[in-house]
């Protein structure tokens, strides 16, 4: 398989508890680039929260952020895709949110420009914000900020299992399919982008429409639901061993922990001969 293209996720792949990119996986990705293979990443954060991780790399390719959609450049500043959601559907989902039995327990963030937006900061936000790198913004009436922009993705996350499994289930009887897409990077988050927005169509909007590459040119690498499609699109897929069993069955091959330095395993096995 002639690989010339390499995209990984953030959280769980190659960055774990210490939200760093350890050195094992630098050299490994740097080896892999000095081989002249392209390294991108795609991550359900914010762009400005990836930035850190793919200077961090040293990739010189577009960062496919928001679970693929943004992408943009950092080198060029360039926005190649932006596929936000349509502005009625963040506002029914906003309304169903803070309905009065979900109100107070369930933290909701709107992506407005690249900067992240709350009603009021919770804990659960405050632990977000730290680990995102970012500035939450509490403006009380998210509503009011779409009279005139649009949101990239619209996050609900709460600690409380059973609320995340409610929100799973209900969510989907209660909007129509075609409206948004949801899915999840950790089981405290459930996340709701634009139907036409997922890792796997920015991965491929890259590989074939900016480089050049067919899906067999791919190998990526990822942890949770959200990397699915991408997976699922790549030539060669990787799962992680810290991710859910069900991701597992839809790769080639599963890596170890993120822990363990799983993706540098996985590069070196397949790209480092």
Known sequence: MDIKLLVVDIDGTI????????????EVIEAVQNKGIGVAIATGRMYCSALPFHR?????????????????????????????????????????????ELIDRVGVHFYVEDRLYVRKILPETEGY???????????GDLGH???????????????????????KEDLPKRFPRDGFSVTQSNRTFLEAISPQANKGQATRYLAENILGLERSNVMAIGDNFNDAEMLQYAGLAVGMAN???????????????????????????????
């Open 15 to 26: 960055a774990g508890k210490s939200n760093q990119v350890s050195r094992r996986v630098r």
């Open 145 to 167: 900020l779409l009279e005139e922009q649009v949101t990239t993705k619209v996050l609900a996350l709460c600690r409380d299992p059973e609320i995340m499994e409610f929100l």
């Open 129 to 139: 914000a730290t680990r995102s790198g970012v500035e939450a913004i509490a403006v």
């Open 243 to 273: 991710g859910p069993t069900r991701l597992q069955s839809l790769v080639d091959w599963v890596a170890p922990d993120v822990e363990e330095d799983g993706a540098a395993v996985a590069i070196e096995k397949f790209l480092l001969p």
């Open 56 to 100: 961090s790399i040293g990739s010189h390719l577009p960062v496919l952020a928001y679970n693929g959609a943004w992408v943009q450049n950092p080198l060029t500043g360039e926005i190649h895709q932006h596929l936000p959601l349509d502005t009625p559907i963040a506002l029914q989902l906003l309304d169903y949110l803070e309905q009065p």
